[in-house]
Structure formats: structure tokens, C-alpha cells
């Protein structure tokens, strides 16, 4: 059964459309409105707008556009119920009882949901089992890796058996069909020859860590080896929930604090991870594998765009932190750069020095390019015009990932100060190696002039239920329709008005063709926008009935004309009398006008 057909009415009413898109990008204010960088195109300068009143979001560069629903649909590939209900969750409105089992539901988001179910129930036996006497290894290490109780609850760490089936069976009791069981990964067939319909565990006496997506729930498991079994870690395979590539460990719960520093810190592995949350560090990510992807990078640009990298310093780990520099830097963050003393890793450093201590250091990251430096200068070291032309050969690539010109030739100078070298030499390297990006294509964002009066009608009929009555009134009454530029919005308006709709912003926008729409966008999202004045309404609707009379008037003069040459006198009398009818109504004008004064 599908859910009551207001209940999406009142969820979108008592949803922050602003709140719920901010999840995803990273929004300004900008007079009433919020600008962000859109989603669904690649841009440099915001042009994603978002209206918290009117619940609408339009991005002038590509014309993305709808409301709260239509975005969590195409952001999170979801069907209009299942984005309903999505929103509903996160705006803690209870959905009603008739909660359908999701027979509706198309079978890839059939199988994604039991397999969060699934999932969520991996979890609780992990959790189980690390209370078990076999985890009390486990415990040990928790122990000695000073991690509190409060820890690991938070990130819900837990422990794999070595039994070999343990969670399988587990899952089978708890009613899980076989095709559901094989989809998640967390347990594999056995060989169909000898034990037909049996599953075996792929997690054997592991320490668990769950990953959550995007969404908040879990989609994927680590595990980390106890003995010396490899690999060191395992994680789930790719699944309908789970895409190594698109997930960041810690978003979820680092997000809000991201979000509200403009600023991450990136470590590499999951306990340093949980190691620099516990120390105060909320804004933690961890990448979790040896490079950053492209696709991870733009979600995190989403909620900030500063990070600190906190990588491993040994030397696998310089090569992968320089590939995920790169990526960082191309999606225009600002990168800073932490490397502890004593080739430490965040997770020993805390432990040896203590939180305070590591927090002292991620305030003193160095800049990426002073970084750069002196790995250049360790490298290739500056004692020969050679060592320093190599030096700058393994900078500039690196610069060239810089969109903005201005910073990257301040960069240039910190550079070449750091590096003993003259800025022209770097300059030159650059431009003889063809780094120079070309210029960026410019979307033509111009708007288009409407007269403001009409702006402002549109505005007040998009405010006022009644106003749409006796506008409609007034410009149906006087032919006026046609008078207006806006003809096309406003007709649009008033027509959903009468079939007892009231104006949604992303209902009307689906109804007009793509320049409508535009303009539409540019009314509502008008930082500029007066408020509504009545009075400028009335008059300038006034003045087209004028221009619309002083027109009739002419044609009506040359057919008097012509009525009096032909001597056709009845003809001549009915026009005299027309005539007369457009010289009282444009009296008529001069007073309404002075009413409202
Ligand atoms: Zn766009």
C-alpha cells in the first residue's frame, strides 16, 4: 500500500530543504538564499541556489532544479517513495502505520534494504561475539591500544569467530534467504558438490569494524587480522550497498563537525581513525586504502574545503600520500600537510604523546607547497644547478593541479624562497612545459531583463493564494494576459491556483519549457528583489491596459476614418461610440490609480 498521498506534502512542508541538501553540499548564504557548487555539474563558482522558503533548489549553469524530494531521488538514486521516506526519517517524522513491505519497490532497492537489514544484523552478532571468551584477545588489544569503552561502542567495533560458519548460520536462523546472504558478501557458498545450499564465513577470527555509508547505515565490514593471517585487513567486496571507492570511514559521524570547521583531517587507517576521534579530533576521515579516489574526494569537498593529511611517513605511504595530494588539490581544496616527528603514525603518536599533544600538531600542519619543498629538498637535495632542476621537476606537476593562476604563482614564491631558487626559473619550467591550464569554459550565466514590476507580481502571486484570485480577475477582465512578458509563468500560476493547487515552486517549474524556467529561477532566487509593492503592481498592470487602449484607440481613429469616406454612417456612430467606451475606461485608470494611493 503506498503511502497517504499528503503525507509527502506534510513531510515537505516540515523539511529544512536547506538542512537536507547542506548534507550534501556545502551551502552559503547569500541574502535569503544559499549558493553552493552543484552536484550535478562540474563548476568553480557556485551557481547551485537554494531557496529555504520556497523549498526549491535551482542551479543556474546546468538547470538542475526541484524540490527536497527530487533531490535526495537524483543524489542518492532512489524512487520518489523511497526518497519520501528517506527525507521523513531524517526530519524525524514518524511514517504512518501502512509502511509498505516494499512490493513497490523496484527489486534492486528490494535487495539493497534486506541487505541493510542483513547488515545491521552482522552488526549486533560482532558485537555479541566480543564479549565471547575466544575475543579475549581482542579485548586485549582494545585494552592496550588505550581505546575507552565509550569507542569502541561508538564505532561499534566487534569480532568475527574462527569457527567458519558461525555468522552464516546465524543469518540463516535469522531468516535471510540464501540469494540475500550471497549478495552481501559477508559469507560465501560452499562448494556446491559436497554441501549444496552452504555458506562459510568470509570474516574468521577477525576484529570487526563496521562502515557506514553515506545514509548512516552500515554497508560494508573491515577486518582486521589477529595472528599473522593476511591480508592485514579484509574488507566486504563491492555489493548493491558497498563501493569501496565512494565510501570515506568516519564521514558520517565527522560530517557535522567538517561541515561547521570547513575543515577535515584525513588519516589513512581505521584505528588511527578511532585513535584521533578519540583524542577530540571529530573532523576525521580515513581513507582506508592506499589511495584517495576521485569520487572520494568530491563528497568530502561537499562539507569542507580544507585538509590535513595525517598519513603513515614510511615510504609506501609518501608515494600514496602524493597521489592523494594531487586528487585534492585538483578538486581545488586547500591541503595541509601533517608529518609527526619520530616517524610516527597518528595512532602511535597519540599513544605515546597524548591527545593534546596531536592536536597541537594538526594546528601546526605546514601548507602542501611548503611540504612539497622540502620533500623536493630531501629528495633531490640543492647542492647542484641538477639536484635543484629535479627539485623543481617534482614540484611542478603538482602545481599545475592548482585551478586558480593568482595562488599558484603565490605559491611559486614560497616556492622558490624554500628552494633556494629564483622565481622566474620556476615560472619558466612551468610554461616551457606546457603545464599552463587553459582557461576555464565559462558558462553564460546572464540573466535576462524582465520589467520589475512583473518580477514582483510573480512574486506576490507565488505568496498570496488570494492575490492569484482578483489578479486573475483584473487581467482576464482587461485582455491583459497577453500585455504581460511573463505571460507563460503567470498564466501557469494562476491556472494551478484554480484547480485548487496551491503555487509549488517545483510543480510550476515542471510545467514551463526551460527559458520559463529560468527565468522563474531568477525571480525567486533575486537577491536583489524588492518587496512587494501593490501599489507598482497595480500601476504598471495599468499602464499595459493603457498601451493596450492607446492601441485600440489608433486602430479605432483609422477606421472612423475610413467609416467616414465610405459615408458609412451606422458603421461610423458604432466606432464613435467604441471610442468613447476606451476614453472612459482610461479615466477610469487615472482614479482607480488614485485609490490606492
Ligand atoms: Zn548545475
Known amino acids: 500500500m503506498p503511502l497517504p498521498v499528503d503525507f509527502s506534502q506534510q513531510v515537505k ?10 548534507e550534501h553540499v556545502r551551502l552559503k548564504k547569500a541574502g535569503n538564499n544559499y549558493v553552493g557548487l552543484c552536484p550535478f555539474h562540474q563548476e568553480k563558482t557556485p551557481s547551485f541556489s537554494v531557496h529555504p522558503t520556497r523549498q526549491f533548489y535551482y542551479c543556474f549553469g546546468c538547470g538542475a532544479k526541484g524540490d527536497v524530494f527530487r533531490f535526495v531521488m537524483e543524489t542518492e538514486k532512489l524512487s520518489f517513495p523511497e526518497s519520501v521516506r528517506r527525507v521523513a526519517q531524517r ?24 541487505l541493510e537489514g542483513l547488515h545491521q544484523k552482522a552488526q549486533e552478532f560482532f558485537r555479541k561475539q566480543l564479549q565471547s571468551p575466544e575475543a579475549a584477545a581482542v579485548r586485549e588489544i582494545i585494552r592496550k591500544r588505550g581505546l575507552t569503552s565509550e569507542a569502541v561502542e561508538e564505532f561499534g567495533l566487534g569480532f568475527a569467530p574462527g569457527s567458519g560458519s558461525a555468522l552464516a548460520n546465524f543469518l540463516s536462523r535469522q531468516g535471510f534467504p540464501p540469494d540475500v546472504l550471497e549478495a552481501s558478501g559477508l559469507v560465501l557458498r560452499r562448494d556446491p558438490a559436497r554441501d549444496p545450499g552452504g555458506f562459510f564465513d568470509r570474516f574468521r577470527n577477525r576484529w570487526m569494524f563496521p562502515i557506514i555509508g553515506e545514509a548512516g547505515k552500515i554497508v560494508a565490514f573491515a577486518g582486521r587480522a589477529m595472528g599473522s593471517d593476511q591480508p ?6 563491492e555489493t548493491a550497498l558497498y563501493s569501496k571507492s565512494h565510501v570515506l570511514y568516519n564521514l558520517f559521524r565527522a560530517r557535522d563537525t567538517i561541515r561547521k570547521e570547513g575543515s577535515a583531517v584525513m588519516v589513512e587507517g581505521y584505528m588511527d581513525a578511532i585513535a584521533v576521534f578519540q ?7 580515513a581513507s582506508c586504502g592506499t589511495s584517495l579516489t576521485e569520487a572520494q574526494v568530491r563528497m568530502l569537498s561537499r562539507y569542507g574545503s580544507e585538509v590535513v593529511v595525517s598519513y603513515d611517513p614510511d615510504s609506501a605511504g609518501v608515494a600514496a600520500t602524493d597521489r592523494s595530494l594531487a586528487l585534492l588539490l585538483e578538486q581545488g581544496m586547500s591541503v595541509r ?31 602542501f607547497f611548503r611540504y612539497l619543498a622540502s620533500r623536493a629538498l630531501e629528495l633531490h637535495g640543492s647542492n647542484t644547478p641538477e639536484a635543484k632542476l629535479a627539485g623543481i621537476n617534482f614540484v611542478l606537476p603538482f602545481l599545475a593541479k592548482v585551478p586558480n593562476k593568482l595562488i599558484r604563482s603565490e605559491l611559486v614564491a614560497d616556492i622558490a624562497q624554500k628552494m633556494d631558487v629564483n622565481t622566474g626559473i620556476i615560472l619558466d619550467s612551468f610554461r616551457r612545459a606546457g603545464l599552463e591550464r587553459r582557461a576555464a569554459v565559462h ?17 506576490l502571486l507565488l505568496e498570496n493564494r488570494d492575490a492569484c484570485g482578483e489578479m486573475s480577475k483584473l487581467l482576464e477582465e482587461h485582455a491583459l494576459m497577453e500585455e504581460l512578458e511573463l505571460q507563460g509563468i503567470v498564466s501557469t500560476i494562476l491556472g494551478m491556483n484554480s484547480g485548487g493547487s496551491a503555487p509549488d515552486m517545483a510543480a510550476l517549474s515542471d510545467r514551463l519549457d526551460e527559458p520559463h524556467q529560468r527565468l522563474l529561477a531568477q525571480i525567486v532566487f533575486d537577491k536583489d528583489a524588492r518587496p512587494v509593492s501593490l501599489y507598482e503592481i497595480t500601476s504598471y498592470i495599468n499602464s499595459l491596459e493603457r498601451r493596450r487602449l492607446q492601441r485600440q484607440r489608433s486602430t479605432l481613429r483609422r477606421q472612423i476614418l475610413e467609416a467616414e469616406k465610405l459615408h458609412d454612417a451606422s458603421r461610423y456612430v458604432e466606432l464613435l461610440g467604441q471610442l468613447d467606451t476606451v476614453f472612459r475606461r482610461e479615466k477610469e485608470l487615472d482614479t482607480e490609480l488614485d485609490t490606492l494611493l
Open 279 to 285: 583524542a577530540g579530533v571529530r573532523n576525521v576521515v
Open 91 to 114: 526530519s524525524g517524522i514518524p511514517i504512518p502505520a501502512s509502511e509498505p513491505a516494499g512490493e513497490q519497490a523496484s527489486p534492486e532497492r528490494r535487495l539493497r534494504a534486506a
Open 443 to 459: 558558462v553564460s550565466q546572464q540573466m535576462v531583463q524582465i520589467p520589475p514590476a512583473e518580477a514582483m507580481l510573480v512574486r
Open 13 to 22: 512542508s516540515s523539511t529544512d530543504i536547506v538542512r537536507i541538501i547542506g
Open 337 to 367: 600537510v601533517l608529518r609527526l616527528p619520530g616517524a610516527m603514525d597518528p595512532d602511535e603518536f597519540i599513544k605515546q604523546t597524548g591527545a593534546e599533544a596531536y592536536r597541537d600538531q594538526l594546528k601546526a600542519a605546514q601548507p
Open 232 to 237: 592485514k585487513y579484509l574488507n566486504s567486496p
